[in-house]
């Protein structure tokens, strides 16, 4: 079948969560993909934050298609010897001792809360202290109790009431929380970066500032790591950027290359509150998400990927900087650390998004009028170079 044929089918059949664009990608490579109809795309969304050894790396498909051909699923009344490394590997990459497994970044939120407020119950003789601060402009997914935690009224509306206990403040604004600390609060909940909000790096000083207020009030720190985490930043985790580490961490998007899973991982002090019966995941952390995970690791370990990411964001921040100089009517500001880039527009950014996809580039808009560029972490010099010519010729367009 050809995209036009798939496209009406899927207007047919596929409920309108998403305003999809008209494409169908059938096949990927590296950071290529191609479209039903052969067409070429230079993927610099990577599946969002996701494909970040790009599309089929061998070692994670390797991996998958031997992991299926011995055993896909197995029940968690059971030991999973796949589960245990990569909770083993996580540990000790992280600050965390202990991890849970489920499939989504929206159920790591989930369980990152349910913990908090277990944890709370466990140690405090306040039953009312479940509260969670979050930030305005945050995205920590689509289930209910994290749309709550979410600080954006657009994907709140229409699903009230909301999940009880979640106050929002602004992002890099301690004395803002400070403020909203009440004897109530049991935690903190916050991406080190802001993805969906627009790429929204805090002052350097802020996540220390967080921790402190936190220790100071008996508060955890959850950190949303779903996006940045896994070398996205140059760095493993992001955290490792601000001298801190949290109390629980949240993974999913990159952890498996593609594959389907979530994690929170905690120190064993936080994580003793999950006892038998408190939370659990059919799937959550099977064999073959867990093979998949694995091998996604050790690529990202061994092959240096984390250096690499660091040295590429530096040079595609340099050539993005360069289309500001030359297009300073259209871009307001270029910011990004590792291969979590936003470029600030002063105009919406749909429209070069829609021009991309003629030329044959898939780029991203987000918060309206930020271009956000998280291609796969083994993106090369010379795919930089062919989407900042795509770019800069889309951009003299929009200014003639
Ligand atoms: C994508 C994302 C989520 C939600 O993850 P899903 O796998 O879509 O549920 C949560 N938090 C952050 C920071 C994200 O970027």
């Known amino acids: 079948m050809n995209s036009a044929q798939w496209i009406e089918k899927s207007d047919r059949y596929i409920m309108k969560t998403y305003g999809r664009y008209p494409i169908v990608p059938v096949r990927g490579e590296g950071c290529q993909l191609w479209d039903a109809d052969g067409k070429r ?23 998958i ?26 540990c000790s990459l992280s600050f965390a001792d202990q991890a849970f497994f489920c499939n989504s970044g929206a159920e790591a939120n989930e369980a990152a809360i349910k913990l908090a407020r277990k944890y709370s119950r466990d140690t405090s003789d306040r039953p009312e202290r479940y509260g969670i601060i979050t930030a305005a402009d945050s995205f920590h997914g689509r289930t209910m109790a994290t749309v709550s935690a979410t600080g954006q009224e657009k994907v709140q509306r229409f699903f009230d009431p909301l999940l009880h206990g979640f106050s929002h403040v602004p992002f890099n604004d301690i004395a803002a929380m400070a403020a909203a600390v009440t004897e109530d609060t049991c935690a903190v909940m916050l991406e080190p970066i802001q993805g969906e909000g627009g790429v929204n790096i805090p002052a350097r000083d802020y996540l220390a500032g967080v921790r402190d207020l936190c220790d100071r009030h008996g508060l955890l720190l959850i950190l949303d790591e779903v996006q940045v985490g896994m070398g996205r930043t140059g760095r493993m985790f992001a955290y490792e950027h601000f001298g801190i580490t949290p109390d629980i961490m949240t993974l999913a998007k990159a952890l498996a290359g593609g594959a389907p899973i979530g994690t ?10 999950f006892v038998p019966g408190t939370h659990g995941s059919t799937f959550g952390g099977n064999p073959l998400v867990c093979a998949a995970a694995l091998a996604t690791i050790r690529v990202i370990l061994e092959d240096g990927i ?39 527009l002063t105009i919406p950014g749909g429209d070069i998004v829609k021009a991309g996809h003629q030329k044959g580039l898939l780029l991203n808009v987000t918060h309206d009028t930020v271009l956000r560029f998280v291609p796969p972490l083994t993106v090369s010099k010379a795919e930089v170079d062919e989407m900042i010519t795509i770019l800069g010729s889309i951009l003299a367009e929009v200014e003639a």
Do not use: W
Not at 47 to 59: F, I, Q, R, S
Not at 318 to 344: C, D, T, W, Y
């Open 264 to 273: 929170m991982l905690a120190k064993a002090e936080i994580a003793k509150a």
């Open 41 to 63: 795309y230079l993927d610099f969304l990577a599946g969002v934050a996701v494909n970040n050894l790009g599309h089929c790396h061998p070692k994670v498909v390797k991996a």
């Open 65 to 90: 298609q031997d992991q299926a051909a011995t055993m896909i699923h197995c029940s968690n009344y059971y030991q999973i010897p796949q589960q245990i490394e990569l909770a083993e590997l996580l």
């Open 306 to 344: 984390l250096s690499r990411t660091e040295e590429i964001g530096e040079y595609l921040l340099g050539e993005l900087e360069g289309l500001q100089r030359k297009f300073p009517r259209l871009i307001r500001e270029v910011r990004g650390i590792g291969l979590m880039i936003g470029m600030g």
